[in-house]
C-alpha cells in the first residue's frame, strides 16, 4: 500500500527534528512498515510495571532505566509541577492510567517526552488489564502522532478512491478469485460486490480469446511482471448482450504485514472510445475504397471490364464475395414493373470465400429473380438495402433449390444489394456478401454501396451506350466493306481487315475491287481520318462514288479529282485514296495517290519494288492537280495496297515501314491467304493501334486472240 503518490521522493532515515512529511506523503514498503508502535503497562501505583521493546525505540528508554519509575517520566508535562525525571517527586496519577481505569478504554493524543528531553505528539490507546491475583494494570498503546496522521491519511484517501473513483478496482488473491472491489467495478460488471466475492474472474469476465486474458493474470502473479494498458474484449453475465472493451493494468501484490499476495488491478472501459475510433478508422477506409474505385472503375467503354472492376474495388476489402448482373428488359421502354419476374445478366463476380462460394457467385449466366424478391424491393426502393441470409430471403429470392442449398454453404450470412441507376434507368444491380467472419453491413456501409454503385452505374452506362454505338457503326462497316472479292481469270486476291484498338472499333479504311469492261480491274484503297460512325460513313461514301466513277470509265488520275470534290461537299477534311487500273491485255498497272502509302509489287523474278514516289495531296483539300503513273506488271506479279496502320507504328516511321512490307512480299510465293496472314501476324503488334487494310492481288495476262 506505499507508493501511493506516483514519482514521489523517498524520504530518508529521520531524526526527531526532521521536517515531516506532508498529508499524502510515500516512501517504499507498505503504510505500517513505518509506524513504530509501543507497548507498555502502568501499574496500580502508577508506575511503569512493562516495558516492550517498541516502547524502547519511541521513548529512548532502556527497561532497566524505566521499569519500576513514575509513569510521568514519559510525558512533557508531568501532572502538579514535578520536574520531569525526577524519579522521586510523587505525583498524581498520570492521565492516562486514570483514564483507562475510569473509562475501561480511553484513545487520545499526549505530549511526550524522549529521553534526550525532545517533547512530541503522541497517540494513545490504554485499557484495564486484571491478572489472576486481581492486581489491575493499564496497558498502553503508543505512536507518534505524525506517523498515525500520515496512515489515517492516506488510508482515508483510499478509502476515497474505493468509494468514489469512477475506475474499476480490484484485488484478487493467488487463485484469481475476488476479495475486493469498487462500486465501479460492480456497476459496469452489473453484478453486485457481494456477487463478485469469492468467484473466479472467469465466472464474470467473458472473453473469447482463448483463455489469454487469464493467462496474463498467470503471469502477474506468478513472474511480478505488470501489465499496463492491455486491451481486452469481454461480455459479463450482467451484460450478457453488451460487447465491452476494457484498458486494464494489474501488479502484484506484496503480500507484506501479513496481507494476502495476490493481483491488484484497475479497469476502464473504453468501449465508446475504441467505437469511436474504429469508426473513424472505418471512415477512413470508406473514404479510401471510394478514392480507389473512382481512380479505378471505368478505365475502358467496355461494358465487362467496367463490372470486373467494380467488383475488384469491393472484394475483398469491403466484402467476401460480390457480383454485378445486368438488367435483360422484356420490353424497349426499359421500365420496372414490380409485379413481374425480372431477368438479369451476371457479367462479373468475385469472392475470397473457399467453394462452394466460387461456384455460387460464377455457375450462373442469367438469373430471374420472382415478384416480391428482395431485388425487386431494393429496386422499389431506389436505393442500398441489406439483407440477412435466412430462410425467408431464400423463399423469396432464390427460386432454384441448388442454388439456395450453396448459398446456404457458401458462408455468406448477409448481404447488401444496391441499384445501379443511371439517367434515370436502372441499368442492373451489385451485391455485396460478407461471412459470420466479419461484421453485418452498416448504416454506414450501406450509403458506402449507395455511392460505389451510383459511380459504377454512370460508367456502365457509358460503356452500354457506347457498345450501342459501336454495333451500329460496326454494323454500318460491315455493310460498306465487301464481303467477298470476286476472283476473276486474270486477278486473283486476298484481303484482310484489322481493326485498331482505338475507344471504338471501327474507322475509316476502306477497300474495293470493281470489275470493268474488257477484263480490266480497279483496286481501290483507302482511309478517311478519325473512327466511329462518322468516318464509316464517310467512308461510305467515297467507296460508292468511286465504284461509280471506275464504270464510268474514269481515267486514275480523273477520278480521284470527282473523288476531291466530293469530299470538299460531303465536308470531308481528310482522306487518302490509291486507285490502280489494271488491263490484263497489256500487263499494265496505271495508278493515281491521292496522299495514301505506295503499292509494292514483287515480280516472278524475286525483286520487289515501291510502285510511284508522288503521294500526292489527300482528298478534301483542293486546289491540287493529280497525276497518274503507269507501270508494266508481269505475268504472276504481286501487287500490296495497304494502310498506314500496316506501315506506321510507334517507334517506327512509314519508310521503314514500307521497307518491312517489301521484305515480307519477297516471300510471299506461297498462297496469297498464307501470305496475308503472315506478313499481318509479323508486322502487327497484338493489339494494333490504327485500323489496317491489307489488299494482296496476283495478276495474269490475258492470252493473245488465237493463242
Not at 528508554?61 to 519500576?68: C, E, G, I, M, Q
Not at 464517310?538 to 480523273?558: D, Y
Request: charged fraction near 25%; charge should be negative.
Amino acid at each position: 500500500m506505499g507508493n501511493l503518490r506516483k514519482g514521489a521522493p523517498v524520504a530518508p532515515d529521520r531524526s526527531g527534528d526532521d521536517k515531516a512529511p506532508g498529508p499524502l506523503w510515500s516512501e517504499p514498503g507498505t503504510l505500517l512498515e513505518h509506524v513504530r508502535v509501543a507497548v507498555f503497562g502502568i501499574g496500580g501505583d502508577d508506575r511503569v510495571c512493562f516495558w516492550g521493546p517498541g516502547a524502547q525505540d519511541l521513548f529512548g528508554h532502556d527497561s532497566a532505566a524505566v521499569l519500576d519509575r513514575p509513569a510521568g517520566v514519559l510525558f512533557a508535562d508531568p501532572p502538579g509541577g514535578a520536574a520531569p525525571g525526577d524519579a522521586g517527586a510523587a505525583a498524581p496519577p498520570v492521565p492516562l492510567a486514570e483514564r483507562g481505569r475510569r473509562l475501561g478504554y480511553w484513545r487520545g493524543r499526549l505530549r511526550a517526552r524522549h529521553r534526550d528531553g525532545t517533547p512530541f505528539d503522541c497517540g494513545f490507546r490504554a485499557f484495564p488489564v486484571t491478572g489472576a491475583d486481581g492486581s489491575s494494570v493499564v496497558m498502553a498503546l503508543a505512536s507518534r502522532s505524525d506517523e498515525l496522521d500520515r496512515v489515517k491519511t492516506n488510508l482515508a484517501f483510499l478509502d476515497s478512491l474505493f468509494e468514489t473513483c469512477p475506475i474499476g478496482l480490484v484485488m484478487l488473491d493467488e487463485e484469481l478469485r475476488y476479495v475486493h472491489l469498487n462500486q465501479a467495478l460492480a456497476d459496469m460488471d452489473g453484478l453486485s460486490i457481494e456477487a463478485h466475492l469469492g468467484r473466479r474472474t472467469g465466472d464474470i469476465m467473458v472473453t473469447s480469446d482463448g483463455g489469454e486474458y487469464e493467462r496474463v493474470l498467470r503471469r502477474v502473479t506468478e513472474e511480478g511482471r505488470p501489465v499496463v494498458g492491455a486491451l481486452v474484449g469481454v461480455r459479463t453475465p450482467g451484460h450478457p448482450d453488451r460487447d465491452q472493451v476494457r484498458s486494464v493494468s494489474f501488479f502484484p501484490l506484496s503480500g507484506a504485514v501479513g496481507s494476502r499476495p495476490g493481483v491488484g488491478g484497475l479497469l476502464v472501459d473504453v468501449t465508446d472510445r475504441e467505437e469511436a475510433l474504429m469508426e473513424a478508422s472505418a471512415h477512413r477506409r470508406r473514404l479510401a475504397l471510394l478514392y480507389r474505385a473512382a481512380a479505378s472503375i471505368g478505365s475502358t467503354l467496355d461494358v465487362g471490364t467496367t463490372a470486373r472492376e467494380l467488383v475488384g474495388a469491393a472484394v475483398p476489402e469491403f466484402c467476401d464475395a460480390s457480383v454485378v448482373e445486368t438488367v435483360e428488359w422484356m420490353d424497349e421502354p426499359e421500365v420496372f414493373d414490380p409485379g413481374r419476374p425480372l431477368n438479369t445478366r451476371r457479367i462479373a463476380s468475385g469472392t475470397t470465400l473457399p467453394p462452394p462460394a466460387t461456384e455460387l457467385v460464377s455457375g450462373l449466366e442469367k438469373v430471374t429473380y420472382p415478384p416480391g424478391s428482395a431485388i425487386h424491393r431494393m429496386i422499389t426502393a431506389g436505393r442500398a438495402i441489406s439483407v440477412p441470409v435466412n430462410d425467408e430471403f431464400m423463399t423469396r429470392t432464390v427460386i432454384h433449390r441448388q442454388r439456395a442449398q450453396l448459398l446456404r454453404e457458401s458462408g455468406l450470412t448477409c448481404l447488401l444489394i444496391a441499384p445501379l441507376i443511371a439517367r434515370g434507368t436502372v441499368q442492373g444491380l451489385i451485391m455485396f456478401g460478407r461471412s459470420a467472419a466479419r461484421l453485418p453491413f452498416t448504416e454506414q456501409d450501406l450509403d458506402l454501396a449507395g455511392e460505389l454503385a451510383s459511380r459504377a452505374a454512370l460508367c456502365l452506362d457509358n460503356a452500354r451506350l457506347y457498345s450501342r454505338v459501336q454495333d451500329i457503326a460496326v454494323t454500318l462497316q460491315r455493310a460498306l466493306l465487301p464481303s467477298a472479292l470476286a476472283s476473276g481469270p486474270y486477278v486473283e486476291f486476298a484481303h484482310r481487315y484489322v481493326p485498331g484498338s482505338h475507344a471504338t472499333e471501327v474507322g475509316g479504311d476502306w477497300y474495293d475491287v470493281i470489275e470493268l469492261s474488257g477484263g480490266r480491274v480497279a483496286l481501290v484503297v483507302g482511309d478517311v481520318m478519325g473512327h466511329g460512325v462518322p468516318a464509316a460513313a464517310a467512308m461510305g461514301r467515297l467507296r460508292i462514288t468511286a465504284k461509280a466513277l471506275a464504270r464510268h470509265n474514269q481515267e486514275p488520275a480523273a477520278l480521284l479529282t470527282e473523288l476531291d470534290l466530293c469530299a470538299q461537299e460531303a465536308g470531308i477534311e481528310l482522306a487518302t485514296c490509291l486507285y490502280l487500273l489494271y488491263d490484263p491485255a497489256t500487263g499494265r498497272a496505271r495508278i493515281a495517290n491521292a496522299g495514301h502509302p505506295p503499292p509494292v509489287v514483287r515480280r516472278p523474278d524475286g525483286s520487289v519494288d515501291v510502285i510511284g514516289d508522288v503521294l500526292g495531296v489527300p482528298l478534301g483539300v483542293g486546289g491540287h492537280r493529280f497525276g497518274t503513273t503507269g507501270v508494266d506488271l508481269p505475268d504472276g506479279a504481286v501487287l500490296a495496297l495497304y494502310t498506314d496502320g500496316l506501315v506506321e507504328a510507334r517507334g517506327r516511321d512509314i519508310e521503314d515501314g514500307v521497307r518491312a512490307v517489301c521484305g515480307e512480299l519477297r516471300r510471299a510465293g506461297e498462297e496469297l491467304e498464307v501470305a496475308a496472314d503472315r506478313i499481318l501476324g509479323r508486322l502487327l503488334p497484338g493489339t494494333p493501334h490504327d485500323d489496317t487494310v491489307l489488299v494482296l492481288a496476283r495478276v495474269r495476262r490475258r492470252p493473245p486472240h488465237g493463242a
